[in-house]
């Protein structure tokens, strides 16, 4: 059962086409669209693509881009759409959030696929707490102990949004192409080091929080487009995984929902008293 997996961010839609709903599946064709150019999807890439038996996407940039892919997937009249909104546990996870929808889908999604990517990786050892940063837009910093629970996370702005506060609040700033140093001697250098340690020093607070809180060090988790810059000035050694989102999205395909499970409960006791 070939499945479609589909990543909506702030600027790109990501897609891939794997041979089944599974994490340990095979990826058979992938992609990506700035969200200017989704309505090209099903007369460009998606024309040739085999038709998919089933979908999950992910959205973060709202309903207006979800109407928009489901029109492009009228190439494929029998496959449904269906987006990820978060719950109160799946796959293994339990969202510890005040109110569990409110969650950021693309956050949920990761979270699951970084607790599994650590399931994985322990087989046979004691299970550890993960620390997950997705670095892009904007920067996520999430926080899950050993057991599945979903601690909480932290928001701050990507490397951008820093920066274009800073020139638009600050006489004679202007966005700039510096290099990261330790001790910066002009302002170019001052502004992207001043970024990228400020979105270090972050990460590090939440990996004291994670090893005071669980008594063991978190193993950490890095993923987002802008990951690969951040990678470099992390005191805690990360795993960059690229594709983390998908993996997630696998991870809740093989695995229904509670909701999806209680309605199937619903139709079998239907089922039994119209027996």
């Known amino acids: 059962m070939s ?13 891939a086409l794997y041979d089944r709903p599974a994490p340990q599946a ?13 309505d090209k999807l099903a007369d460009g890439p998606w ?23 489901e029109e492009q997937m009228e190439i494929w009249p029998q496959l449904e759409a269906s987006w990820v909104v978060p719950s109160a546990q799946q796959a293994g996870v339990t969202n510890g959030y005040d109110l569990p929808t409110r969650l950021g889908a693309d956050r949920w999604v990761a979270i699951i696929g ?5 399931l994985h990786h322990c087989q046979g050892r004691p299970l550890r707490p993960v620390l997950l940063v997705m670095v892009g837009t904007a920067v996520t910093i999430e926080a899950i102990d050993p057991a599945g629970l979903f601690l909480g996370g932290m928001i701050l702005p990507g490397h951008g949004i820093m920066l274009r506060a800073l020139e638009s609040g600050t006489a004679g700033l202007h966005v700039p192409t510096g290099n990261v140093t330790e001790f910066p001697t002009n302002t170019s250098d001052a502004l992207t080091s001043g970024g990228t340690f400020a979105i270090a020093g972050a990460v590090q607070r939440m990996v004291r929080h994670v090893q005071k809180r ?21 005191e805690t050694p ?23 499970v209680a309605h199937q409960h619903l139709l079998a006791q239907q089922a039994q008293q119209q027996q």
């Open 214 to 234: 669980c008594g063991l060090p978190p193993m950490c988790i890095m993923t987002g487009g802008a990951g690969w810059k951040m990678a470099p000035y992390m």
């Open 26 to 38: 095979v990826m058979l064709a992938h992609g990506a669209e700035f969200l200017e150019n989704i």
């Open 3 to 15: 499945f479609l997996a589909v990543d909506i961010g702030n600027t790109r839609l990501k897609w």
């Open 238 to 260: 990360f795993e960059l995984v690229e594709s983390l989102i998908f993996e997630g999205l696998l991870c809740m395909a093989e695995q229904p929902d509670a909701r999806t």
């Open 114 to 118: 970084a607790y599994r990517r650590m």
């Open 47 to 69: 024309k040739a693509l085999p038709v998919p038996q089933r979908m999950l996407g992910c959205v973060v940039a709202g309903d207006a881009l979800k109407r928009r892919v």
